[in-house]
């Protein structure tokens, strides 16, 4: 059997903060794909999906 997981509910600060971070990790993914249809390559691309990466850590890091 297994036992019932309690969640708390999270602060207001805490969601307002985890909606900005899934929003930014929306326009990183927007930009790394606008720069790619330009032609621009990993020079430009890569640091973005670095800070895509980390963002999503963070997310993830929050929600577990």
């Given at each position: 059997?297994n ?7 999270i602060?207001?600060e805490?969601?307002?903060a ?20 330009a032609?621009?390559g ?5 640091p ?7 963002v999503?850590f963070?997310?993830?890091?929050v929600k577990?």
């Amino acid at each position: 059997m297994n036992a019932a997981r309690k969640v708390a509910p999270i602060s207001h600060e805490e969601a307002v903060a985890q909606l900005a971070a899934a929003q930014a990790a929306q326009a990183i993914a927007k930009a790394i794909a606008a720069y790619r249809e330009a032609g621009y390559g990993s020079l430009v691309t890569e640091p973005l999906r670095d800070a895509l990466a980390n963002v999503n850590f963070s997310l993830r890091q929050v929600k577990s």
